[in-house]
């Protein structure tokens, strides 16, 4: 008989259950909020489906503003659920316009919820969350914000700007577990998601969630995923000893010596620094220029660029900046292959005054 080792991935120990509430109550300081915080024990995107599926209703008047994929998943769960959605869909890879939202707003008053997401690691773009959430209090709409890219990249106040719902993940500024998510759920949205026929007793229902959060989260509904919750509480301990600031500060400090390294290098910045984000950074290649070469350049040196999102990026490149890449180091690999990958493909490029920007971004 052979022996077949035994795991010990297999027997992780059991989460114990009193730090649930400990856990949503951290998620909440992040977030700088006192609302319901509600886990789900899913990727991110399971979050935001369950929020779609929970307000989705016939009659019920929603803008969706669209900056990428997820935007647009989010209006057809939305459909799903009989809801009237109205898409403002930026142009492909930027971000939208607040007067576009304000326009949308003014021509559909009967709206009662607005969807956006904050920052996008597909294009690298940062939408006016604080304009757009104005606009939307103004008119007592409740507000949706996929802040999952964002959280820990950007400065995300919650309570401050009155986003009704955000819905976060871990895996990407926080550097945590995929398998595992947050969202925050203010009185407002209860109001509008708790009605006659609101969804029930599905993975999908965040009235489900209220009942676990109001019995004092003691334990989760369903089964437990102990290696996820333990993550999940490694990178709460490793962001709170960081402090939230200095990770904020991180993030800010890789976008803007990226960008200044590349500048040097000659590089077209995809959108302006002021509407790019924090986490990824695209660029536009030089005519004639297709990024897979590019991409597969810098992998052969241990650096890891990735494709433009949507149609018509052929010619862009996203570079990554967040988590555990939001340091010098990773910067300065990013800048010096791409400095390469130029020179490699024949054209001019000054790879020693580009690291020299992004050591003196660094050294402010
Ligand atoms: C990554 C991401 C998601 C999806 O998160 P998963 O945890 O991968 O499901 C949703 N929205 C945005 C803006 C993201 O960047």
Redesign the pocket.
């Given at each position: 008989m052979t022996e077949v080792a035994w795991n010990p991935l297999y027997g992780v120990p059991v989460y114990p259950a009193e730090r649930y509430a400990s856990l949503a109550h951290r998620i909440g300081r992040l977030l700088r909020t006192d609302n319901d915080v509600l886990l789900v024990q899913a990727?991110?995107?399971?979050a935001?489906e369950a929020v779609a599926t929970s307000l989705a209703r016939p009659g019920l008047s929603a803008l969706n503003v669209v900056t990428?994929p997820?935007g647009s998943w989010f209006g057809q769960w939305l459909r799903r659920g009989g809801a009237n959605v109205i898409d403002i869909v930026a142009q492909p890879g930027r971000p939208i316009e607040a007067v576009a939202v304000a326009v949308a707003l003014d021509a559909n008053p009967n709206v009662r919820a607005l969807a956006l997401?904050?920052?996008?690691?597909?294009s690298g773009i940062l939408n006016p969350l604080p304009e757009i959430i104005a606009l939307a209090k103004a008119r007592g709409i409740v507000t949706i914000v996929?802040a999952?890219?964002?959280v820990g990249g950007h400065p995300l106040e919650v309570d401050a700007l009155g986003i009704d719902i955000a819905v976060i993940?871990p895996?990407?500024a926080l550097g945590g577990p995929?398998g595992v998510?947050a969202l925050s759920v203010g009185q407002n949205a209860w109001e509008l998601i708790l009605h006659d026929d609101a969804p029930h007793n599905s993975i999908l229902a965040l009235a489900d969630l209220k009942t676990w959060a109001d019995a004092g989260r003691d334990a989760l509904p369903g089964t437990p995923a102990p290696l996820e919750l333990f993550a999940l509480e490694a990178a709460l301990d490793r962001v709170e000893a960081e402090g939230l600031g200095q990770v904020l500060a991180r993030h800010e400090k890789a976008a803007f010596a990226s960008r200044a390294g590349l500048t040097a290098l000659g590089a077209n910045l995809w959108v302006p620094a002021e509407q790019g984000s924090n986490l990824v950074t695209t660029v536009s290649l030089p005519s004639g220029m297709e990024a897979t070469p590019i991409i597969g350049f810098a992998a052969r040196l241990g650096v890891e660029f990735t494709p433009g999102v949507g149609t018509g990026s052929s010619h862009l490149v996203r570079i990554n900046h967040t988590g555990a890449r939001a340091t010098f180091q990773a910067v300065l690999a990013n800048i010096v292959a791409y400095g390469a990958a130029l020179r490699q493909a024949g054209l001019p490029a000054d790879i020693g005054t580009a690291s020299e920007a992004v050591a003196n971004a660094y050294s402010d």
């Open positions: 990727e991110a995107v399971v935001l990428s997820y997401v904050h920052a996008e690691s597909a996929d999952v890219a964002s993940g895996q990407k995929a998510s």
